[in-house]
């Protein structure tokens, strides 16, 4: 999902990155191959054109202020307006004051609501609440089945209408669902209704006398994210129909091209509280509009990081320094003095996590402590400034007395001057990627 929109999205604002000043001209070339990607991507036309208005008059009122250069300014308004679009705060279930707090879902068929209700209901039963799920969905055949089974897998108890009774009437099993509830102490109801193909007039009104029978405190559309524009028209016939408070989006480990993710929350003004990105239990995670803006822009957490690095480095200082690291020039000293100003920032394996690329390297970031960074900067002091300045003279002469001077083996000399050797030559060629 998203990936091509990631990939023209960060080729539009790498253009600018190489661009000192921005000219109304140039964000306005920027703004269309923008509106073109989201399109691409099958974003709602009215978000569109929303977003394209609102980045272009911010990107042209920009003050030039503090560490960000124009067209980082650019690249953090993007981001800044896509969490908007995509809700802004993460935002958390509603519990009920009064136990057993219900939970509705609705959607079409296929959409994934009982796999998503198995996930939930593992996902709260973790966080130490006691769900029951209710099988309100008595048209597909072998739905109640599903759930039973989803139910067992999560571990959790489901309620369902007794075999051999008919079909049943899902509103009155919603009913004694929730009776069934409060007697055996469930502190969570959730309900799975019907769905059918296509939104029609039966469906909504099933899904209405079920909303009206059990009052839910949430009642949450489940949508497929990889059905593109189609979400949007039914999450509409959804609201007027049934009215819902959190939107789940499902299907997110697709390769579709992700417009509903963008469109889904402004369109109809509900939240997105949940993603689905598999068909295991665990594919399942709260949504983060933060967290899902930065990985449509392909950048990791940068931002977090140059807003942090923006309060605590000198900016004239970090500004030669990122000219050095741009150009490969970048000195031991300079090494040892950001390392320093990094230190103040936090502990580093935060720091380093939110560096693109970095989520695939988590177990050995959580490696990385402080104390290794004492040992770094025992060695870097044990060197002599024009060993410093130009580390590529350190022989193995003077890295045997850098090493007797620091109380560290050789090794750890020779281990330090070659990931200062690659990380220089990566950060010159992140640096050349992104303009910082
Ligand atoms: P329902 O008709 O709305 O209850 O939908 P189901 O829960 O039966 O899901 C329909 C199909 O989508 C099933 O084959 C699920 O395994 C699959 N599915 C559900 N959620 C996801 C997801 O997040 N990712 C993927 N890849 N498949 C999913």
């Known amino acids: 999902m998203f990936d091509t929109l990631s990939d023209r999205l960060t080729s539009a604002l790498q253009t600018l990155s190489r661009k000192g000043r921005l000219s109304d001209a140039d964000i306005d070339a920027t703004a269309r191959e923008i509106r073109i990607a989201l399109l691409e991507a099958d974003v709602a036309l009215s978000v569109v054109k929303d977003f394209i208005a609102r980045i272009k008059e911010r990107a042209k009122g920009a003050e030039v202020h503090g560490a960000l250069n124009p067209a980082q300014q650019v690249i953090k308004i993007v981001n800044e307006e896509l969490v908007t679009i995509l809700g802004g705060e993460t935002r958390r279930l509603?519990?009920?004051?009064?136990?057993?707090?219900?939970?509705?879902?609705?959607?079409?068929?296929?959409?994934?609501?009982?796999?998503?209700?198995?996930?939930?209901?593992?996902?709260?039963?973790?966080?130490?609440?006691?769900?029951?799920?209710?099988?309100?969905?008595?048209?597909?055949?072998?739905?109640?089945?599903?759930?039973?089974v989803v139910g067992e897998r999560a571990g959790v108890t489901t309620f369902a209408p007794e075999p051999g009774n008919g079909v049943g009437d899902p509103v009155d099993v919603a009913r004694r669902a929730i009776d069934e509830a409060k007697r055996a102490q469930h502190d969570i109801v959730l309900v799975d209704t019907a769905g059918r193909l296509g939104v029609d007039e039966e469906l909504m009104k099933q899904a209405a006398d079920i909303r009206d029978a059990v009052s839910p405190d949430e009642t949450l559309f489940v949508v497929d994210a990889m059905i593109g524009q189609d979400a949007v028209t039914t999450a509409e016939a959804f609201r007027d129909g049934v009215g819902f408070t959190g939107v789940v989006l499902t299907k997110l480990d697709g390769d579709a091209r992700g417009g509903a993710a963008l469109s889904v929350r402004q369109v109809t003004g509900q939240p997105i509280l949940f993603a689905s990105n598999g068909e295991k239990l665990e594919d399942f995670d709260l949504f983060h509009p933060d967290r899902m803006a930065s990985r449509i822009l392909g950048m990791g957490d940068v931002l977090s990081l140059i807003e942090q690095a923006e309060q605590h480095f000198d900016q004239e200082k970090a500004e030669?320094?990122?000219?050095?690291?741009?150009?490969?020039?970048?000195?031991?000293?300079?090494?040892?003095?950001?390392?320093?100003?990094?230190?103040?920032?936090?502990?580093?394996?935060?720091?380093?996590?939110?560096?693109?690329?970095?989520?695939?390297?988590?177990?050995?970031?959580?490696?990385?402590?402080?104390?290794?960074l004492d040992k770094l900067q025992a060695i870097i002091r044990g060197m002599t400034p024009a060993e410093r300045d130009d580390p590529k003279m350190i022989n193995a002469s003077r890295r045997l007395r850098i090493a007797k001077g620091s109380g560290v083996a050789v090794r750890d000399v020779n281990e330090l001057v070659n990931r200062f050797f690659e990380a220089r030559k990566m950060m010159a060629q992140m640096a050349g990627r992104f303009g910082f």
């Open 94 to 148: 509603t519990f009920a004051k009064n136990p057993p707090t219900v939970i509705m879902l609705a959607g079409l068929q296929g959409a994934g609501k009982t796999t998503l209700a198995g996930k939930l209901a593992l996902w709260l039963k973790k966080q130490g609440h006691a769900p029951l799920l209710v099988a309100c969905d008595l048209q597909r055949p072998n739905a109640v089945t599903q759930l039973q």
């Open 320 to 372: 030669q320094t990122a000219a050095k690291l741009g150009s490969g020039q970048l000195t031991l000293e300079d090494f040892l003095e950001q390392m320093l100003a990094v230190r103040k920032m936090g502990p580093i394996g935060n720091l380093l996590g939110m560096l693109p690329g970095a989520g695939q390297m988590k177990d050995q970031l959580a490696q990385v402590d402080d104390k290794h």
